[in-house]
């Protein structure tokens, strides 16, 4: 038994606050507010602490939580252990600051919600519980667990809190996790009953093979990659993610874009790429062909949207689609890359989901052909909604032009992959269509003829202006100083490549 318990302080706090929002009878409105942010701003001090104290120098997992939970024998070949087991390495450890950090943003957005709040607070705080135990579980069962948890909030959230078609959303969302789901635990239970083991501890470090395998290792890979190319997506899996974005709360939005895709990207280096590196090294041109695919489709598609939010919602089928790229590219700079990407996108597109949704909170419009001149009365929203955008078209100084350039540098140089050269060159014509669309987004929004209707609308007050300032703070540090995120980065990354030999 190992009990640090700071991980478990990070995942269960935010539990607990649902539990209690949910069902302590006779809470006002205001109350359940600030019950929220409190229970959601302790996990963020835990995960600054959490990261401030994690060891650069070492690799491995660190604050490890291990507890006996499930031990049951079927017969004499079959004994299922299952630990409550949780750790973060140098790959995790930011992805659960940046969905704490996440988790509390959501709150400060949700401030001027009052619809069934009792409700609306409950269910973003098990959303942001449940993604943070993915990130940290390191047995298999867990991570199905908390995989599938996060599905019941997100549900909720979209088809009560959403708008336009949500219904509609809402059960494709819950339909195409499912599916992913299914194909999870298929995955999940061939490698149990191939190794003998739920920990991807010691299957990533003993490998395949300790106990007869029930099936080829590439089938288990793909029956593990397709749930979380669901997640990421990645073509042709990605048409759920325009529709839960466009018709989800503000809220939904920020956590789905900023930290939920993200666990595609996770799940693919700490599952599919640690336990099966050979597997991944065969099938990486394939992968790697529809990463760049993703990125020119979805930049595409990006083009042609006349609703801000959907719009946003098809740049980020774009922006994952650098993750896949640099994940199978297969070196050290390709996955560092990756792991940066993953974090610049969850504050740049959180970012510009908070924006459109307050401007549209604000505006009472979304369709970019009736928008315009809009930096008149919304020059703070104006200036932060620019940095944003041109942050996610990898303007230098910003996160975005950091994860980018290392994913793009990581990827040329692969000597794992054939041809990795062609599909970086391929993948570089995204940044000249984001920069198409971004700037059209912008100037369409707040520049132009000014309209006269619009001569009415508010800015944005304080509350609004400390969770948007936040972000750009964050934004702009990780762009003029990479290091901090990059170094421990490669400390997750760095036993990963070993396996690979990349």
């Given at each position: 038994m190992e009990f640090s318990g700071i991980l478990t302080a990070i995942v269960f706090v935010p539990m607990v606050g649902a539990v209690l929002v949910a069902f302590i009878p006779g809470l006002s409105d205001r109350?359940?507010?600030?019950?929220?942010?409190?229970?959601?701003l302790v996990p963020l001090g835990f995960?600054?602490?959490?990261?401030?104290?994690?060891?650069?120098?070492?690799?491995?997992?660190?604050?490890?939580?291990?507890?006996?939970?499930?031990?049951?024998?079927?017969?004499?070949n079959h004994h299922l252990v299952a630990n409550y087991h949780l750790g973060v390495d140098g790959l995790s450890a930011p992805l659960v600051l940046l969905t704490a950090f996440l988790g509390f943003m959501v709150i400060l957005i949700s401030w001027k919600v009052h619809v069934r709040v009792r409700e609306y607070f409950a269910w973003l705080l098990l959303l942001e519980a449940s993604i943070l135990g993915v990130f940290c579980s390191l047995d298999l069962l867990l991570f199905f667990v908390f995989w599938e948890i996060e599905v019941i909030p997100m549900y909720f959230l979209i088809s009560i809190w959403g708008t336009g078609r949500k219904e509609y959303s809402s059960i494709k969302y819950v339909l195409y996790t499912l599916f992913g789901s299914a194909f999870m635990l298929a995955g999940i239970l061939s490698l149990y009953f191939t190794t003998g083991s739920l920990s991807m501890v010691d299957i990533s470090e003993g490998g395949l093979g300790m106990v007869q395998s029930i099936m080829p290792a590439a089938s288990i890979f793909w029956l593990l990659i397709i749930a979380f190319a669901v997640k990421l997506?990645?073509?042709?899996?990605?048409?759920?993610?325009?529709?839960?974005?466009?018709?989800?709360?503000?809220?939904?939005?920020?956590?789905?874009?900023?930290?939920?895709?993200?666990?595609?990207?996770?799940?693919?280096?700490?599952?599919?790429?640690?336990?099966?590196?050979?597997?991944?090294?065969s099938f990486a041109p394939m992968l790697m062909t529809l990463a760049v695919i993703s990125i020119l489709y979805g930049a595409a598609l990006t083009l042609r949207q006349t609703d801000l939010k959907r719009m946003i919602a098809y740049s980020s089928v774009s922006h994952m689609g650098y993750v896949l790229l640099g994940i199978f590219a297969l070196n050290e700079i390709s996955l560092t890359g990756a792991g940066l990407q993953m974090l610049s996108h969850g504050l740049l597109t959180?970012?510009?989901?908070?924006?459109?949704?307050?401007?549209?909170?604000?505006?009472?419009?979304?369709?970019?052909?009736?928008?315009?001149?809009?930096?008149?009365?919304?020059?703070?929203?104006?200036?932060?909604?620019?940095?944003?955008?041109?942050?996610?078209?990898?303007?230098?100084?910003?996160s975005g032009f950091a994860a980018e350039f290392i994913t793009f540098i990581g990827s040329f140089s692969s000597k794992v992959v054939g041809g990795a050269e062609v599909f970086t060159i391929?993948?570089?014509?995204?940044?000249v269509l984001a920069a198409g669309y971004i700037l059209w987004m912008i100037q369409r929004t707040f520049y132009g003829p000014v309209l006269e209707?619009?001569?009415?609308?508010?800015?944005?007050?304080?509350?609004?202006?400390?969770?948007?300032?936040?972000?750009?703070?964050?934004?702009?540090?990780?762009?003029?100083?990479?290091?901090?995120?990059?170094?421990?980065?490669?400390?997750?990354?760095?036993?990963?490549?070993?396996?690979?030999?990349?």
């Open positions: 109350l359940i507010r600030w019950l929220s942010a409190i229970f959601t995960a600054v602490a959490m990261f401030s104290l994690f060891d650069r120098t070492l690799e491995g997992f660190q604050f490890v939580d291990k507890v006996g939970w499930i031990d049951a024998a079927f017969n004499a997506p990645v073509f042709p899996l990605h048409t759920w993610l325009p529709d839960a974005h466009t018709d989800a709360p503000t809220a939904g939005s920020v956590m789905l874009a900023g930290a939920l895709i993200k666990m595609g990207g996770y799940g693919m280096i700490r599952v599919c790429v640690s336990i099966f590196p050979d597997v991944a090294r959180g970012l510009l989901f908070a924006m459109a949704g307050l401007m549209i909170h604000n505006v009472k419009e979304r369709d970019l052909r009736k928008l315009g001149g809009l930096a008149r009365q919304m020059s703070v929203i104006a200036i932060v909604f620019s940095i944003a955008g041109l942050g996610s078209l990898g303007l230098p100084l910003t391929l993948a570089v014509l995204g940044v209707q619009y001569n009415g609308v508010k800015d944005a007050d304080n509350l609004e202006k400390v969770y948007m300032f936040a972000f750009v703070i964050l934004i702009m540090i990780i762009g003029i100083y990479p290091a901090i995120m990059t170094d421990i980065i490669r400390l997750g990354i760095s036993p990963i490549v070993a396996l690979i030999g990349g």
